[in-house]
């Protein structure tokens, strides 16, 4: 494991490096340079993508191009493509890498969707609300087995060490959120242990196997897993941060879906310890409640913004940007690493 | 994939070899010879197992050893060590890939009862309706990923392909299943499609590698893929006579399970085939309903005891049971070689 220091709040505004933050980007804007860069081989990884998706059945392959089709941003494969970019990129292993961690997190997708009965997703209906949940797990299931026969086509012990090591830890991190779901009095050291396992664990290894298939010394691969773990929180605070103010059109869900389905973001977290009786009740009443309704929603913005719980996310979203950014130091300048510098800015200072 | 010969209805008596099925074995007495020489590996497997369900939750290990310790057999893992020990055991990867087997079979335990809706497993209440359907799915995805963790520990990446591959299969028979729950008209070489992949493929997963991890010539690989293939037909075919006929005590779940669940096991299919309009307008309201009453599955016991069909299952279950240890043969005779014959012939020749 690498180590991460845990952001103490005393210190967060010392610890942030200026960054131009006056200028909100527009769709895909701080990205583009990343998606340029890596096209090329995003598409030879969108082609093994459908021909991997190739099944017996009618329903495999409908589900998984829905969900893989439906217009996500494909970062975490995009990121295994620009590390091993970044690495000199000896061979093509780096196209059945990023497959596989695309795999990984569609399946992933599949399975959050049933656990929060979620109906939207990616801006569209969710897979389960046209196929089932039963659909779901399964082909879930399927392309998680995809995911790991196409790393074992890469015969690097190393990484498949890395991404099925990763497997774990996010289910883990899953169970842990699912524990938590109601329990108002999560720490906010415990919330960033949930997403460094949900979230964070899978942008590590995305961005650590780019070094390793590479053969690159260690020390630039725990660059490189330091990188992609900082990163991934960054990814994550930023959405629960956007899930209460986020652009409705662009971010491809519902604002409040968090909120309704009862999970204890950071902002809630933030607010919990700043909150007075009076406020400390209404949490307390309203995430146990079985359903919340819009009134709740109101509410529970009233108070997230009178103790300025959104900022204080996306402050912390700023704080392991820059450890991410940080982490890649050591790596010489070249167009590659700029992109990836542009892209880690882009993951906090964006409204999608 | 190796070619495995679709049975003929037609030839079904010939190709049988004469077994001694006179005497029905009481509980594990043909198993108790394998289950004995494979003793002292398979504590190292359940030591395992219990160390790779230790994590940061409480539920994890919970669930995990709650179903793992419910009285399984593990034949899957003793399959894995039986053909290691028949391959002359160089090292002790066999006790790593018999771990990852049990686990991916739990695994797929935990998703099965989810998709089914089944309220009992292996004779207890089932994990989902302890500990929600949520956690069972997350829980699955987590052993599923120390399964892939495990498996990549023995270096060998001719067994992770195998394995990986048959993730992959097993979740597509799932897939098949479930499109299949409620389509009476099945044909039995669709049937035997579905329980090649959903049981058939990890039988053979747990046989071939216990030759591949030992270096043996590609000849003996193929035999013990066959072997396993075909004893995870027979092993199927009989649990789908046994949901028909079996000893509720013993067999660790509720007679007529399948039928209660809409699934259209051999037995249905066979009777379908030589029911009669009015017989066959019975199956087509009755798997075609919401629910089935205890009356329906009288009445469904009687039409397939007068069609003989789950006689007609088990001749099946003996068929792929004598292809299987026809694979055997090109083995030198030896006291491993014996168990696995004999616990061939218990496969089908079981109550429970």
Known sequence: MIKVNKMQNTSINNMITPIDTKKKSS???????LIELTAADMEKVNDLIINQTISKTDIIPKISRYLI????????????????LLCGRKNDNHILLATSVE????????HDDVVDDS???RGKISARMLWGN?????????ILGQAFKIMVQSESLKALGILSNAAAIIAQGEVMQLSSVKNISTSENDYINIIESKTAALFAAATEVGGIINDRPEKECVALRSFGH??????QLTDDALDYNGNVDTLGKEIGDDFNEGKITLPIILSYKKSNSDENKFWNNVMLKEKRTNDDFTQAMLILEKHNCINETMKRAKYYAN??????EIFPESEIKKSLIESTIFSYNRNH
């Open 119 to 121: 109906s939207m997703r």
């Open 134 to 142: 039963e659909a779901s797990v399964l082909v879930g299931d399927y």
């Open 27 to 33: 769709h895909n804007d701080g990205i583009n340079s």
């Open 103 to 110: 795999f990984m997190h569609t399946a992933t997708l599949l």
């Open 69 to 84: 089709t439906a217009g996500g941003k494909r970062l975490r494969p995009m990121l295994t493509i620009a590390s091993s």
């Open 323 to 328: 450890l991410a950014i940080k982490a890649l």
């Open 230 to 235: 900082n990163l991934g929180l960054a990814f």
